[in-house]
Protein backbone atom coordinates (compact mmCIF):
# COMPACT_ATOMS: atom_id res chain seq x y z
CA UNK A 1 0.00 0.00 0.00
CA UNK A 2 1.16 3.45 -1.00
CA UNK A 3 2.13 5.87 1.99
CA UNK A 4 0.20 9.01 2.19
CA UNK A 5 2.87 11.30 4.10
CA UNK A 6 4.73 14.84 4.36
CA UNK A 7 8.04 14.88 2.86
CA UNK A 8 11.10 17.06 4.05
CA UNK A 9 13.90 16.35 1.59
CA UNK A 10 14.53 18.87 -1.27
CA UNK A 11 12.63 18.62 -4.69
CA UNK A 12 14.12 18.37 -8.13
CA UNK A 13 12.74 21.26 -10.71
CA UNK A 14 11.63 18.36 -13.78
CA UNK A 15 13.26 20.83 -16.18
CA UNK A 16 17.07 19.44 -14.95
CA UNK A 17 16.05 16.02 -14.28
CA UNK A 18 17.47 14.88 -17.14
CA UNK A 19 20.34 16.81 -17.25
CA UNK A 20 21.41 15.89 -13.65
CA UNK A 21 20.05 13.09 -12.52
CA UNK A 22 20.40 9.30 -13.61
CA UNK A 23 18.12 6.26 -13.22
CA UNK A 24 18.14 4.74 -10.14
CA UNK A 25 18.30 7.92 -8.15
CA UNK A 26 15.77 8.92 -5.25
CA UNK A 27 14.02 12.28 -5.76
CA UNK A 28 10.88 14.02 -5.26
CA UNK A 29 9.01 16.60 -7.42
CA UNK A 30 5.77 18.99 -7.05
CA UNK A 31 4.13 20.08 -9.81
CA UNK A 32 0.57 19.99 -11.17
CA UNK A 33 -0.90 16.49 -12.45
CA UNK A 34 -2.20 17.25 -15.99
CA UNK A 35 -3.75 14.02 -16.84
CA UNK A 36 -4.10 10.41 -15.14
CA UNK A 37 -4.43 6.93 -16.63
CA UNK A 38 -5.79 4.00 -14.38
CA UNK A 39 -4.53 0.49 -15.62
CA UNK A 40 -4.97 -2.65 -13.87
CA UNK A 41 -2.06 -2.69 -11.52
CA UNK A 42 -0.78 0.89 -11.54
CA UNK A 43 -1.94 4.35 -12.00
CA UNK A 44 0.07 6.86 -14.32
CA UNK A 45 -0.16 10.36 -14.13
CA UNK A 46 1.83 13.34 -15.88
CA UNK A 47 3.11 15.95 -13.53
CA UNK A 48 4.13 19.52 -14.90
CA UNK A 49 6.00 22.31 -12.51
CA UNK A 50 6.21 24.66 -15.46
CA UNK A 51 9.73 24.03 -15.78
CA UNK A 52 9.86 22.68 -19.22
CA UNK A 53 7.89 21.80 -22.30
CA UNK A 54 7.92 17.75 -21.85
CA UNK A 55 5.64 16.29 -19.83
CA UNK A 56 6.98 13.67 -16.71
CA UNK A 57 5.31 10.85 -16.19
CA UNK A 58 4.38 9.15 -12.79
CA UNK A 59 3.81 5.53 -11.50
CA UNK A 60 1.72 4.98 -8.59
CA UNK A 61 1.04 1.45 -7.43
CA UNK A 62 -3.07 1.10 -7.52
CA UNK A 63 -4.51 1.71 -3.76
CA UNK A 64 -8.00 2.86 -2.58
CA UNK A 65 -5.90 6.40 -1.45
CA UNK A 66 -5.50 6.75 -5.36
CA UNK A 67 -8.99 7.21 -6.13
CA UNK A 68 -9.51 10.68 -4.79
CA UNK A 69 -5.96 11.65 -7.59
CA UNK A 70 -7.36 13.53 -10.14
CA UNK A 71 -5.87 16.15 -12.78
CA UNK A 72 -5.14 19.67 -11.14
CA UNK A 73 -4.30 18.20 -7.75
CA UNK A 74 -1.47 19.42 -6.44
CA UNK A 75 1.17 17.21 -5.31
CA UNK A 76 4.54 15.92 -3.85
CA UNK A 77 6.22 12.81 -4.96
CA UNK A 78 8.98 10.78 -3.92
CA UNK A 79 10.56 7.75 -5.70
CA UNK A 80 13.53 6.42 -7.96
CA UNK A 81 14.09 7.65 -11.57
CA UNK A 82 13.87 4.87 -14.15
CA UNK A 83 13.65 4.49 -17.80
CA UNK A 84 10.14 4.28 -19.49
CA UNK A 85 9.55 1.04 -21.96
CA UNK A 86 9.47 4.21 -24.78
CA UNK A 87 12.71 5.56 -23.78
CA UNK A 88 11.76 8.46 -21.38
CA UNK A 89 12.17 8.62 -17.40
CA UNK A 90 9.88 8.62 -15.22
CA UNK A 91 9.63 8.52 -11.64
CA UNK A 92 8.30 5.25 -9.93
CA UNK A 93 6.73 6.69 -6.61
CA UNK A 94 7.39 5.22 -2.81
CA UNK A 95 5.44 8.22 -1.31
CA UNK A 96 2.85 10.76 -2.20
CA UNK A 97 1.10 14.00 -0.53
CA UNK A 98 -1.72 16.01 -2.05
CA UNK A 99 -1.19 19.36 -1.29
CA UNK A 100 -3.66 20.75 -3.15
CA UNK A 101 -6.85 19.49 -5.06
CA UNK A 102 -7.40 21.32 -7.95
CA UNK A 103 -11.37 21.11 -8.30
CA UNK A 104 -10.75 21.44 -11.83
CA UNK A 105 -14.96 20.41 -12.42
CA UNK A 106 -16.02 23.14 -10.25
CA UNK A 107 -15.81 26.25 -12.57
CA UNK A 108 -12.16 25.92 -14.12
CA UNK A 109 -12.00 27.86 -17.69
CA UNK A 110 -9.14 25.48 -19.16
CA UNK A 111 -9.65 21.61 -20.37
CA UNK A 112 -6.67 19.01 -19.80
CA UNK A 113 -7.37 17.84 -22.97
CA UNK A 114 -8.34 20.60 -25.10
CA UNK A 115 -6.96 23.24 -26.95
CA UNK A 116 -8.21 26.66 -26.39
CA UNK A 117 -8.01 29.65 -28.87
CA UNK A 118 -5.93 32.71 -27.85
CA UNK A 119 -8.57 34.87 -27.23
CA UNK A 120 -10.66 32.82 -24.96
CA UNK A 121 -7.33 32.45 -22.90
CA UNK A 122 -6.39 36.19 -22.62
CA UNK A 123 -10.11 36.68 -20.73
CA UNK A 124 -8.58 34.65 -18.00
CA UNK A 125 -5.13 36.58 -17.07
CA UNK A 126 -4.53 35.32 -13.48
CA UNK A 127 -4.86 31.55 -14.68
CA UNK A 128 -3.59 31.31 -18.23
CA UNK A 129 0.48 30.68 -16.67
CA UNK A 130 -1.05 27.01 -16.60
CA UNK A 131 -1.96 26.60 -20.03
CA UNK A 132 1.11 25.11 -22.00
CA UNK A 133 1.50 28.00 -24.60
CA UNK A 134 1.70 30.85 -22.08
CA UNK A 135 3.91 29.08 -19.83
CA UNK A 136 6.21 28.22 -23.37
CA UNK A 137 6.79 31.89 -24.29
CA UNK A 138 7.00 33.18 -20.26
CA UNK A 139 9.89 30.40 -20.06
CA UNK A 140 10.90 32.07 -23.52
CA UNK A 141 10.71 35.78 -21.93
CA UNK A 142 12.92 34.72 -19.19
CA UNK A 143 15.69 33.04 -21.84
CA UNK A 144 15.27 36.39 -24.01
CA UNK A 145 15.80 38.75 -21.38
CA UNK A 146 18.79 36.66 -19.71
CA UNK A 147 20.29 36.31 -23.44
CA UNK A 148 20.25 40.37 -23.88
CA UNK A 149 21.52 40.77 -20.50
CA UNK A 150 25.07 37.91 -20.89
CA UNK A 151 25.29 39.30 -24.32
CA UNK A 152 25.35 43.07 -23.52
CA UNK A 153 27.74 42.34 -20.17
CA UNK A 154 29.62 40.24 -22.50
CA UNK A 155 30.13 43.41 -24.87
CA UNK A 156 30.93 45.76 -21.65
CA UNK A 157 27.80 47.80 -21.40
CA UNK A 158 26.56 48.83 -17.96
CA UNK A 159 22.81 48.34 -17.38
CA UNK A 160 20.92 51.19 -15.97
CA UNK A 161 17.66 50.69 -14.20
CA UNK A 162 16.36 53.96 -16.02
CA UNK A 163 12.85 55.50 -14.53
CA UNK A 164 9.28 54.95 -14.98
CA UNK A 165 8.12 58.45 -13.69
CA UNK A 166 9.66 61.18 -16.23
CA UNK A 167 9.46 64.73 -17.06
CA UNK A 168 9.94 64.67 -20.51
CA UNK A 169 8.06 63.22 -23.45
CA UNK A 170 11.30 61.58 -25.46
CA UNK A 171 9.68 60.89 -29.02
CA UNK A 172 7.85 64.76 -28.93
CA UNK A 173 4.74 62.46 -30.26
CA UNK A 174 2.25 63.51 -27.30
CA UNK A 175 1.29 59.92 -26.90
CA UNK A 176 1.68 60.21 -23.10
CA UNK A 177 0.08 58.75 -19.71
CA UNK A 178 0.23 61.90 -17.48
CA UNK A 179 0.96 60.85 -13.71
CA UNK A 180 -1.01 63.19 -10.51
CA UNK A 181 -2.07 61.18 -7.26
CA UNK A 182 -5.74 60.57 -6.83
CA UNK A 183 -5.93 62.20 -3.69
CA UNK A 184 -7.44 65.75 -4.20
CA UNK A 185 -6.72 66.16 -0.13
CA UNK A 186 -3.45 65.58 -0.54
CA UNK A 187 -3.01 68.05 -3.67
CA UNK A 188 -4.30 70.70 -1.65
CA UNK A 189 -1.96 69.91 1.46
CA UNK A 190 0.84 70.21 -1.19
CA UNK A 191 -0.07 73.13 -3.26
CA UNK A 192 1.73 76.48 -3.61
CA UNK A 193 1.25 79.20 -6.00
CA UNK A 194 2.50 79.31 -8.72
CA UNK A 195 1.95 75.67 -9.38
CA UNK A 196 -1.20 74.47 -10.70
CA UNK A 197 -3.21 71.63 -8.23
CA UNK A 198 -2.73 68.94 -10.74
CA UNK A 199 0.92 69.27 -10.50
CA UNK A 200 1.73 70.06 -6.96
CA UNK A 201 2.76 66.80 -6.03
CA UNK A 202 6.15 66.73 -8.31
CA UNK A 203 5.97 70.95 -9.04
CA UNK A 204 5.80 70.18 -12.77
CA UNK A 205 3.59 67.86 -15.11
CA UNK A 206 4.95 64.27 -14.89
CA UNK A 207 4.15 61.11 -17.53
CA UNK A 208 4.69 57.11 -17.61
CA UNK A 209 7.92 57.19 -19.77
CA UNK A 210 7.95 56.53 -23.46
CA UNK A 211 11.56 55.52 -23.51
CA UNK A 212 14.68 55.43 -21.58
CA UNK A 213 16.74 56.73 -23.73
CA UNK A 214 17.70 60.25 -22.72
CA UNK A 215 17.99 59.16 -19.14
CA UNK A 216 20.61 56.44 -21.07
CA UNK A 217 22.23 58.82 -23.22
CA UNK A 218 23.22 61.14 -19.41
CA UNK A 219 24.39 57.76 -17.78
CA UNK A 220 26.50 57.03 -20.89
CA UNK A 221 28.22 60.42 -20.98
CA UNK A 222 29.96 59.37 -17.18
CA UNK A 223 30.18 55.55 -17.91
CA UNK A 224 30.62 54.47 -22.02
CA UNK A 225 27.80 52.08 -23.61
CA UNK A 226 24.69 51.15 -21.53
CA UNK A 227 21.57 49.64 -21.71
CA UNK A 228 18.06 49.13 -19.80
CA UNK A 229 15.46 46.92 -20.36
CA UNK A 230 12.33 48.43 -19.12
CA UNK A 231 8.45 49.37 -19.70
CA UNK A 232 7.35 51.80 -21.73
CA UNK A 233 4.03 53.52 -22.04
CA UNK A 234 2.20 54.71 -25.01
CA UNK A 235 -1.57 56.29 -25.11
CA UNK A 236 -2.76 55.51 -28.42
CA UNK A 237 -6.16 54.48 -30.01
CA UNK A 238 -4.48 51.51 -31.70
CA UNK A 239 -6.15 47.69 -31.48
CA UNK A 240 -3.36 46.58 -33.60
CA UNK A 241 -2.06 43.07 -32.30
CA UNK A 242 1.59 44.70 -32.45
CA UNK A 243 0.74 47.60 -30.37
CA UNK A 244 0.31 47.72 -26.45
CA UNK A 245 0.16 50.69 -23.95
CA UNK A 246 2.79 49.01 -21.70
CA UNK A 247 5.57 46.83 -23.03
CA UNK A 248 9.04 46.37 -22.42
CA UNK A 249 12.14 47.92 -24.70
CA UNK A 250 15.45 46.91 -24.91
CA UNK A 251 17.31 50.36 -25.61
CA UNK A 252 20.99 50.67 -26.01
CA UNK A 253 23.77 53.34 -26.23
CA UNK A 254 26.95 53.14 -27.60
CA UNK A 255 29.75 55.91 -27.01
CA UNK A 256 32.51 56.94 -29.73
CA UNK A 257 29.97 55.70 -32.35
CA UNK A 258 29.97 58.45 -35.40
CA UNK A 259 29.16 55.80 -38.47
CA UNK A 260 25.56 54.78 -38.73
CA UNK A 261 26.44 51.41 -40.60
CA UNK A 262 28.61 50.20 -37.78
CA UNK A 263 25.33 51.10 -35.46
CA UNK A 264 23.54 48.60 -37.89
CA UNK A 265 26.26 45.87 -37.76
CA UNK A 266 25.98 46.03 -34.02
CA UNK A 267 22.44 45.28 -33.75
CA UNK A 268 22.82 42.92 -36.33
CA UNK A 269 25.46 40.76 -34.28
CA UNK A 270 23.55 41.57 -31.11
CA UNK A 271 19.96 40.06 -32.48
CA UNK A 272 21.90 37.10 -34.22
CA UNK A 273 23.77 36.59 -31.02
CA UNK A 274 20.80 36.46 -28.54
CA UNK A 275 18.61 34.95 -31.12
CA UNK A 276 21.09 31.53 -31.68
CA UNK A 277 21.38 31.47 -27.63
CA UNK A 278 17.55 30.89 -27.00
CA UNK A 279 17.24 28.34 -30.21
CA UNK A 280 19.75 26.45 -28.32
CA UNK A 281 18.43 26.38 -24.71
CA UNK A 282 15.06 26.67 -25.80
CA UNK A 283 14.35 24.91 -28.90
CA UNK A 284 11.44 22.64 -27.36
CA UNK A 285 9.55 25.72 -26.22
CA UNK A 286 9.81 27.63 -29.44
CA UNK A 287 8.83 24.83 -32.05
CA UNK A 288 5.52 24.16 -29.42
CA UNK A 289 4.60 28.11 -29.92
CA UNK A 290 5.09 28.10 -33.84
CA UNK A 291 3.15 24.82 -34.19
CA UNK A 292 0.40 26.54 -32.09
CA UNK A 293 0.65 29.87 -34.15
CA UNK A 294 1.20 29.03 -37.41
CA UNK A 295 0.82 24.94 -37.76
CA UNK A 296 4.38 24.11 -38.45
CA UNK A 297 7.89 24.48 -37.77
CA UNK A 298 9.92 27.20 -39.28
CA UNK A 299 13.23 27.81 -39.83
CA UNK A 300 15.01 31.86 -39.09
CA UNK A 301 16.96 31.78 -42.09
CA UNK A 302 17.83 35.32 -41.60
CA UNK A 303 20.54 33.99 -39.31
CA UNK A 304 22.59 32.98 -41.96
CA UNK A 305 21.99 36.24 -44.18
CA UNK A 306 24.01 39.69 -44.56
CA UNK A 307 21.22 42.60 -43.98
CA UNK A 308 21.21 44.80 -46.85
CA UNK A 309 21.54 48.38 -46.01
CA UNK A 310 18.60 50.62 -48.11
CA UNK A 311 18.56 54.42 -47.92
CA UNK A 312 15.43 55.57 -47.49
CA UNK A 313 15.27 56.76 -50.90
CA UNK A 314 15.88 53.27 -52.10
CA UNK A 315 13.33 51.94 -50.35
CA UNK A 316 10.74 54.85 -51.87
CA UNK A 317 11.69 54.26 -55.00
CA UNK A 318 11.47 50.66 -54.47
CA UNK A 319 7.68 50.86 -53.02
CA UNK A 320 6.70 53.76 -55.66
CA UNK A 321 7.22 51.09 -58.35
CA UNK A 322 4.94 48.30 -56.93
CA UNK A 323 2.63 50.74 -55.44
CA UNK A 324 -0.10 48.76 -57.37
CA UNK A 325 1.09 45.43 -55.09
CA UNK A 326 -0.60 47.49 -52.02
CA UNK A 327 -3.89 47.86 -50.24
CA UNK A 328 -2.41 50.91 -47.82
CA UNK A 329 -1.54 54.29 -49.89
CA UNK A 330 2.10 55.29 -50.16
CA UNK A 331 2.75 58.33 -48.45
CA UNK A 332 6.10 59.71 -48.97
CA UNK A 333 6.21 61.86 -46.79
CA UNK A 334 4.85 59.75 -43.86
CA UNK A 335 6.90 56.53 -44.16
CA UNK A 336 5.94 52.96 -44.81
CA UNK A 337 3.44 50.59 -43.66
CA UNK A 338 3.94 47.56 -42.32
CA UNK A 339 2.48 46.02 -45.35
CA UNK A 340 5.10 47.87 -47.23
CA UNK A 341 7.81 47.11 -44.57
CA UNK A 342 7.10 43.27 -45.42
CA UNK A 343 7.16 44.07 -49.20
CA UNK A 344 10.93 45.71 -48.49
CA UNK A 345 11.78 42.48 -46.42
CA UNK A 346 10.64 40.08 -49.18
CA UNK A 347 11.87 42.17 -51.99
CA UNK A 348 15.47 42.08 -50.22
CA UNK A 349 14.80 38.45 -49.15
CA UNK A 350 15.99 39.26 -45.84
CA UNK A 351 15.94 41.47 -42.84
CA UNK A 352 17.00 44.99 -44.38
CA UNK A 353 18.22 48.29 -42.21
CA UNK A 354 16.39 51.40 -44.02
CA UNK A 355 18.58 54.58 -43.56
CA UNK A 356 19.13 58.54 -43.59
CA UNK A 357 15.39 59.08 -43.65
CA UNK A 358 13.52 62.80 -43.84
CA UNK A 359 14.25 65.47 -40.60
CA UNK A 360 10.89 66.25 -40.97
CA UNK A 361 9.71 62.55 -39.64
CA UNK A 362 12.36 61.83 -36.70
CA UNK A 363 12.68 63.48 -32.76
CA UNK A 364 14.91 66.24 -32.61
CA UNK A 365 17.40 63.93 -30.92
CA UNK A 366 19.04 62.78 -33.69
CA UNK A 367 21.94 63.44 -35.68
CA UNK A 368 21.66 65.69 -39.00
CA UNK A 369 23.07 64.40 -42.15
CA UNK A 370 26.03 66.74 -42.73
CA UNK A 371 25.84 65.91 -46.65
CA UNK A 372 22.06 66.33 -46.45
CA UNK A 373 20.64 68.57 -43.98
CA UNK A 374 16.84 67.39 -44.64
CA UNK A 375 17.81 63.80 -43.83
CA UNK A 376 18.88 62.32 -40.59
CA UNK A 377 21.42 59.69 -39.54
CA UNK A 378 18.41 57.51 -38.12
CA UNK A 379 17.94 53.78 -39.27
CA UNK A 380 14.63 50.99 -38.91
CA UNK A 381 15.41 47.60 -38.84
CA UNK A 382 12.66 45.48 -40.85
CA UNK A 383 12.08 42.21 -40.37
CA UNK A 384 10.04 38.83 -41.06
CA UNK A 385 6.37 38.84 -39.33
CA UNK A 386 6.41 41.52 -37.37
CA UNK A 387 7.82 44.06 -40.10
CA UNK A 388 9.67 47.19 -37.76
CA UNK A 389 11.51 46.05 -35.14
CA UNK A 390 13.93 48.27 -33.98
CA UNK A 391 14.69 52.03 -34.60
CA UNK A 392 18.07 54.12 -33.69
CA UNK A 393 19.75 56.70 -34.58
CA UNK A 394 23.28 58.96 -34.17
CA UNK A 395 22.75 61.46 -31.41
CA UNK A 396 23.25 64.75 -32.14
CA UNK A 397 26.29 66.36 -30.32
CA UNK A 398 26.19 69.77 -31.57
CA UNK A 399 24.75 72.03 -28.92
CA UNK A 400 24.18 74.71 -31.02
CA UNK A 401 22.00 72.68 -33.87
CA UNK A 402 20.27 70.83 -31.16
CA UNK A 403 19.05 74.62 -29.52
CA UNK A 404 18.37 75.96 -33.13
CA UNK A 405 16.40 72.91 -34.15
CA UNK A 406 12.55 73.78 -34.04
CA UNK A 407 11.21 71.21 -32.28
CA UNK A 408 13.70 71.12 -29.53
CA UNK A 409 11.44 70.85 -25.72
CA UNK A 410 11.38 73.02 -23.36
CA UNK A 411 13.08 72.29 -20.11
CA UNK A 412 15.49 69.90 -21.35
CA UNK A 413 18.52 72.21 -20.39
CA UNK A 414 19.91 69.06 -19.13
CA UNK A 415 20.62 67.52 -22.53
CA UNK A 416 22.04 70.49 -23.76
CA UNK A 417 24.72 70.75 -20.91
CA UNK A 418 25.58 66.96 -21.64
CA UNK A 419 27.32 68.44 -24.78
CA UNK A 420 28.41 71.87 -23.15
CA UNK A 421 30.32 70.23 -20.61
CA UNK A 422 32.43 67.48 -22.58
CA UNK A 423 30.09 65.82 -24.79
CA UNK A 424 30.72 62.85 -27.52
CA UNK A 425 29.58 61.18 -30.38
CA UNK A 426 27.20 58.55 -29.73
CA UNK A 427 24.36 56.16 -30.88
CA UNK A 428 21.70 54.31 -29.74
CA UNK A 429 18.47 52.04 -30.74
CA UNK A 430 15.92 50.41 -29.04
CA UNK A 431 13.90 46.80 -29.64
CA UNK A 432 10.47 46.07 -28.36
CA UNK A 433 10.79 42.65 -26.32
CA UNK A 434 7.76 41.58 -27.06
CA UNK A 435 8.21 41.88 -31.24
CA UNK A 436 11.07 40.16 -31.07
CA UNK A 437 9.33 37.27 -28.92
CA UNK A 438 6.40 37.81 -31.61
CA UNK A 439 9.54 36.77 -34.77
CA UNK A 440 10.47 34.06 -32.58
CA UNK A 441 7.57 32.71 -32.59
CA UNK A 442 4.98 33.35 -34.87
CA UNK A 443 2.60 33.92 -32.53
CA UNK A 444 -0.30 36.90 -34.31
CA UNK A 445 -0.91 38.83 -31.45
CA UNK A 446 1.17 40.67 -29.26
CA UNK A 447 -1.24 40.32 -26.34
CA UNK A 448 0.18 37.04 -26.11
CA UNK A 449 3.38 37.30 -25.23
CA UNK A 450 3.12 39.93 -22.41
CA UNK A 451 2.32 38.42 -18.92
CA UNK A 452 -0.80 40.74 -18.54
CA UNK A 453 -1.55 43.23 -21.50
CA UNK A 454 -2.96 46.63 -21.53
CA UNK A 455 -4.29 47.98 -24.52
CA UNK A 456 -7.49 50.38 -24.77
CA UNK A 457 -10.22 49.65 -23.43
CA UNK A 458 -8.58 46.79 -21.36
CA UNK A 459 -6.16 47.00 -18.32
CA UNK A 460 -7.05 43.56 -15.80
CA UNK A 461 -5.76 43.03 -12.81
Known amino acids: MLLIKRLCCSFQRINAITKTRHPGDTLEVRGWIKNVRRLKNNVFFDISDGSTMQKFQVVVPKSEQLKTISAGNLVRVLGQLQVAPQGHYELHANSLETIAEGNLNSGYPFSPKQQHNPEYIREYLHLRSRTSCTAAIMRLRHKTQMALHEFMDKHDFIHINTPILTTNDCEGAGEVFTVQPDSNELLKQMSRPPVPLSQSYFDSKVYLTVSGQLHLESMSYGLGNTYTISPAFRAENCKSPLHLSEFYMFEAELVFIENLEELCRFIEKMIKSVTNDILKSSEADIQYCQKQAVGENFNHQWLQDTWPILSYNEASDIILRNKEKFETAVKSNEGFSKEQE ?120
Open 342 to 461: LFLVDYCKAPVFVVNWPAAQKPFYMKISREDPSKVYALDLLMPVVAELCGGSLRECDVNRLQEHPNFPQGLEWYLELRKFGGLPTGGFGMGVERFLQLLTGVKNIRDVIPFPRYPHSCKM
